[in-house]
């Protein structure tokens, strides 16, 4: 597939956000995503030209951070966190139960394209751990059974809120959002559930702040 | 000017110094004779702390710092590994980590012998290895370029070859790609590494995972005989070091000039020397009653060669070519006015005018170093006219990349389009095509001062006024004016006087040769980079002298050719555009090797005569400057004015026999402005032909964007473009071609 014109239109939009041009390249790269489900050749020579790099420059990027991917990813990019904490308390369960049911190990897709696994690091969810991530929403206190659940929801096409966050979209609508562009949803779904503010209740009740910090 | 400078007192290892304000530690411990293992350091690359060998102890502080790194400030008390048990475990746990992946394969490694890894392994390290692990391994080498090999099992990620890709040369085409244990030098899959520079990153690199195909496995750094020697492929000047092994050149290094080259130099001045080994003349030629050319010995050369020209001597005409030595010059200047006793006599082996000998006569020869690489850097602005340093003078180039990203200097280019150098020089460009240079050079006073320098091409002779305008600009701002030529002897040609000063110039010795000119004694020309026929000049003649290094089309067709020298076997000196002496020593002693200057003497000798040193400028009468006549041509349908110069690494004749070099080359593409494109039903992307006069070229197209209109440009004689017409002239330019 190739990028369309619209596309570059799109990447003229963010670079435009940006004092300095080159601050455009990550959200680029997720728009880059969007369109091509991965960071193709064609999506780093469209950033390159945009921004006035070297391909090399662009590909340095891209290949440092682990949200680039090199091939596609699948429609639904399922994480799971094997931190200790989450691998601890059944990620790494989780972990071998999805991989065994779906014959795919780590950064490799379902031949339907379907599901797409990554072992990924802490995300900063240890509350609610183990966790999981679709398309980089969170999925809370999993379960193998859960997970197993989800998933096959995810590939029947059917519906999946995130625990916290909006309904689960493709992979490639996400990296639109990831882009920078409002897909609206910023209000859908759980915000912040009680293990979250959990804390910030206790300290309230018992007249706690931070220090230095004005009321 | 009075520089004060803010200073410090610190404390390196119990010993108290008071420093310049901002030092890096490494450089304090530097002052103070004390080394500090490193492998990212590099003075001329800014600080990146990428290796951690450099740590040392800071009082004060918890952890052992990156002295690379960090500047000193008032107090600061430093403990290198020298006395401080924290620095030592420090570094020896460093080089520890470092070692843990990199191959013990010294014994076949280039760098072996001259490996800052294996050396600072022995004194920083310690013996034995805790790694039990199984060592990440790449498959090897792979190119980042032709000529750069990269073994990335052996990279300790310093960096120093990437940040010297982005900071010095600007042609960020190597990064570093991936992550952690991953992590890897490497070129996106589109763009090879060709960078006019790329051969300082294999000289830089502190380990041995850059090489290049070149000298890769062909010796160790204990068997080479090393000489300090001056480049002859430019006007730039470059200190280099030739390596030698058993009486062969093995390969050659930029060598430390901080006022001239500073610790770097390009891939020509590196890789191509294989011509001074190739086809080589191995004794006199001398061509028999029946026209049949045959070895001869020395003194029946110089006999048949002294009786040729004792008839004709002042009706001889002198092209020495552009790679002549000081020493060689001022021999060819006494030979030929003296000796022979004729003024035609001229050193520029390209288009010339006679503007330009008034030019050079008045302006450039002779005079002291006014204009130095320093003052570039000094300067406000610089304005170039008719000269792309990048592809004419590498170093101007790199000095003014620096004083630009420095932002001291501002870069103004009197040319047809935005160049990729001038780009990288953050300039601007003063857009003209050559029938607008004159008028643009004039208006260019704007941008001028009394700080402002003028940097003025050998092109410029190709433009009728152009010199003219550049000397009034020069005067009436102000501003220095030096003039750069493409050649490293063109400089010391003119300084000993192979100008025509009273008689003919290349162009007009070529034309009269058969008529008033009758014999020609020529050095090192190749014939197509002259402007006219000087092949068949040479068939007109009566009789020719030919002193070459190599079997070319002239000792064809000379009557007597005298081997020379080339730069590997003599001693000499080369004068760079600044005027300065860049002086070499003979590299392979070469028993029976004569430099041009030597068979001239001999030459003398045989026509009863001797060679002088006399300085021919003290009495010349240099010839008042004014400017030529424009051209007139009118520019038809179907045609534009030519606008051209050659890419460094182009079809030039000393850059034979090294093909991973020649694949570096950049290719030529035809450029026209986009209205130029619609006007001549050019396509974006297609092929245009470009000929005039019988000489063609054809080339992909690109439409460039503020380009002059009406101009084309195509690289001359370079890579993809066999092209060699000046820049002025009216050609054709048609859609399609091969």
């Known amino acids: 597939m190739s990028l369309s014109e619209s596309t570059r239109v799109q990447a003229r939009e963010i670079i435009s956000r940006y004092p300095q041009a080159r601050s455009a390249l990550l959200p680029m790269l997720h728009l880059v995503q969007a369109e091509e489900g991965y960071v193709s050749a064609d999506g780093i020579a469209l950033c390159a030209e945009e921004l006035s790099l070297t391909t090399a420059e662009v590909a340095a990027v891209a290949t440092f951070y682990t949200m680039y991917h090199r091939k596609p990813a699948g429609e639904y990019h399922v994480g799971v966190c094997i931190n200790p904490g989450c691998g601890i308390l059944g990620g790494d369960a989780i972990w071998e139960k999805l991989s065994s049911r779906l014959g795919i190990g780590h950064d490799e897709v379902t031949p339907d394209g379907k599901i797409s696994l990554e072992r990924i690091e802490c995300q900063a969810a240890c509350t609610h751990a183990p966790v999981m991530t679709a398309n980089w929403e969170f999925l809370d206190n999993m379960t193998p059974e859960s997970a197993i659940d989800v998933v096959e929801k995810l590939v029947s096409g059917k519906e999946v809120m995130s625990t916290r966050g909006p309904r689960i979209r493709t992979f490639k609508e996400n990296e639109l959002t990831l882009a920078g562009f409002d897909d609206g949803l910023v209000d859908e779904g759980v915000q912040a559930d009680e293990q979250m503010l959990a804390g910030l209740k206790r300290a309230k009740e018992l007249g706690q702040s931070a220090p230095g910090v004005k009321k | 000017m009075t520089v004060t400078t803010q200073t410090v007192t610190v404390t390196v290892d119990g010993v108290v110094v008071e420093v310049p304000a901002g030092t890096l530690i490494i450089r304090v411990a530097e002052m103070l004779g004390t080394a500090i293992p490193?492998?990212?350091?590099?003075?001329?690359?800014?600080?990146?702390?990428?290796?951690?060998?450099?740590?040392?102890?800071?009082?004060?502080?918890?952890?052992?710092?990156?002295?690379?790194?960090?500047?000193?400030?008032?107090?600061?008390?430093?403990?290198?590994?020298?006395?401080?048990?924290?620095?030592?475990?420090?570094?020896?746990?460093?080089?520890?980590?470092?070692?843990?992946?990199?191959?013990?394969?010294?014994?076949?490694?280039?760098?072996?012998?001259?490996?800052?890894?294996?050396?600072?392994?022995?004194?920083?390290?310690?013996?034995?290895?805790?790694?039990?692990?199984?060592?990440?391994?790449?498959?090897?080498?792979?190119?980042?370029?032709?000529?750069?090999?990269?073994?990335?099992?052996?990279?300790?990620?310093?960096?120093?070859?990437?940040?010297?890709?982005?900071?010095?040369?600007?042609?960020?085409?190597?990064?570093?790609?991936?992550?952690?244990?991953?992590?890897?030098?490497?070129?996106?899959?589109?763009?090879?590494?060709?960078?006019?520079?790329?051969?300082?990153?294999?000289?830089?690199?502190?380990?041995?995972?850059?090489?290049?195909?070149?000298?890769?496995?062909?010796?160790?750094?204990?068997?080479?005989?090393?000489?300090?020697?001056?480049?002859?492929?430019?006007?730039?000047?470059?200190?280099?070091?030739?390596?030698?092994?058993?009486?062969?050149?093995?390969?050659?290094?930029?060598?430390?000039?901080?006022?001239?080259?500073?610790?770097?130099?390009?891939?020509?001045?590196?890789?191509?020397?294989?011509?001074?080994?190739?086809?080589?003349?191995?004794?006199?030629?001398?061509?028999?009653?029946?026209?049949?050319?045959?070895?001869?010995?020395?003194?029946?050369?110089?006999?048949?060669?002294?009786?040729?020209?004792?008839?004709?001597?002042?009706?001889?005409?002198?092209?020495?070519?552009?790679?002549v030595t000081v020493e060689d010059a001022k021999a060819y200047a006494s030979f030929a006015r003296e000796v022979l006793g004729t003024n035609d006599v001229d050193f520029r082996a390209r288009a010339v005018s006679n503007e330009e000998t008034a030019f050079l006569a008045n302006h450039v020869a002779n005079k002291p170093m006014d204009v130095t690489y320093g003052d570039l850097e000094a300067a406000k602005s610089v304005l170039l006219v008719s000269f792309e340093p990048e592809d004419e003078s590498p170093i101007v180039f790199l000095r003014l990349r620096k004083a630009a990203l420095s932002g001291t200097t501002k870069v103004f280019a009197v040319a047809p389009y935005t160049s990729a150098g001038l780009a990288k020089m953050k300039g601007t460009l003063l857009a003209a095509g050559p029938r607008e240079e004159v008028s643009v050079i004039a208006s260019a006073a704007s941008h001028l001062s009394g700080d402002s320098v003028i940097l003025v091409g050998e092109r410029a002779a190709q433009t009728p006024g152009a010199l003219t305008a550049v000397a009034e600009l020069a005067a009436k701002t102000g501003a220095k004016l030096a003039w750069i030529p493409r050649r490293a002897g063109d400089r010391g040609a003119l300084d000993a006087g192979l100008l025509p000063i009273d008689g003919r110039n290349t162009s007009e010795i070529v034309s009269a040769t058969g008529s008033a000119v009758k014999g020609l004694v020529i050095g090192g020309v190749s014939p197509e980079d002259v402007d006219g026929d000087l092949l068949s000049a040479i068939d007109k003649a009566q009789f020719v002298v030919s002193l070459e290094t190599r079997h070319t089309e002239i000792t064809a067709e000379a009557d007597v050719v005298l081997p020379v020298a080339v730069v590997t076997e003599k001693a000499g000196t080369f004068r760079n555009w600044e005027g300065r002496d860049r002086s070499f020593a003979a590299v392979i002693p070469t028993p029976g090797a004569l430099s041009d200057a030597d068979v001239l003497g001999e030459l003398a000798r045989e026509l009863g005569k001797s060679l002088s040193v006399s300085d021919f400028w003290a009495s010349a009468t240099k010839p008042a400057l004014k400017a030529d006549a424009a051209s007139t041509e009118s520019v038809g349908n179907g045609q534009a004015v030519l606008s051209t110069w050659r890419h460094l690494l182009d079809k030039g004749s000393l850059q034979s026999g090294e093909p991973y070099l020649a694949a570096t080359a950049r290719v030529a593409v035809v450029r026209v402005s986009p209205a130029t494109a619609q006007k001549l039903n050019l396509v974006d992307g297609g092929t245009a032909t470009v000929s005039c006069c019988g000489n063609s070229a054809s080339a992909p197209l690109i439409v460039t964007a503020g380009m002059t209109d009406d101009v084309v440009w195509l690289p001359a004689n370079s890579e993809g473009s066999s092209l060699n017409l000046p820049s002025g002239c009216v050609v054709e330019v048609s859609q399609g071609g091969n």
Request: net charge neutral; proline share 7%; with cysteine.
């Open chain 2, 38 to 323: 490193r492998f990212c350091d590099h003075p001329l690359l800014d600080p990146v702390a990428a290796c951690r060998m450099c740590l040392v102890e800071i009082e004060g502080q918890g952890k052992p710092q990156p002295s690379c790194a960090v500047t000193v400030s008032d107090g600061m008390v430093i403990k290198t590994q020298h006395t401080s048990e924290m620095a030592e475990k420090a570094q020896a746990g460093v080089m520890e980590f470092l070692l843990i992946n990199h191959p013990l394969d010294c014994p076949i490694c280039d760098k072996g012998g001259e490996c800052p890894l294996q050396n600072q392994a022995m004194t920083n390290g310690q013996g034995e290895t805790r790694f039990e692990g199984t060592k990440r391994t790449f498959p090897k080498p792979i190119n980042v370029s032709a000529q750069v090999l990269l073994d990335r099992e052996r990279c300790v990620s310093c960096a120093r070859c990437t940040r010297f890709a982005d900071q010095i040369a600007g042609d960020p085409f190597i990064e570093l790609l991936e992550r952690g244990a991953k992590q890897q030098v490497g070129t996106s899959e589109d763009q090879p590494f060709d960078s006019y520079f790329s051969g300082n990153t294999i000289q830089i690199c502190p380990v041995g995972a850059l090489t290049s195909a070149k000298y890769r496995f062909r010796s160790r750094p204990f068997d080479l005989i090393s000489t300090p020697t001056a480049c002859e492929h430019c006007a730039s000047g470059c200190a280099l070091r030739t390596d030698v092994r058993r009486s062969t050149v093995m390969r050659r290094l930029a060598w430390d000039a901080p006022e001239v080259n500073e610790e770097w130099n390009c891939d020509k001045g590196r890789f191509a020397f294989p011509y001074t080994s190739e086809g080589r003349l191995t004794h006199p030629l001398v061509r028999d009653e029946a026209g049949n050319l045959g070895p001869a010995s020395w003194p029946e050369a110089l006999r048949v060669a002294a009786a040729g020209l004792a008839g004709i001597g002042k009706s001889t005409a002198v092209l020495t070519g552009g790679r």
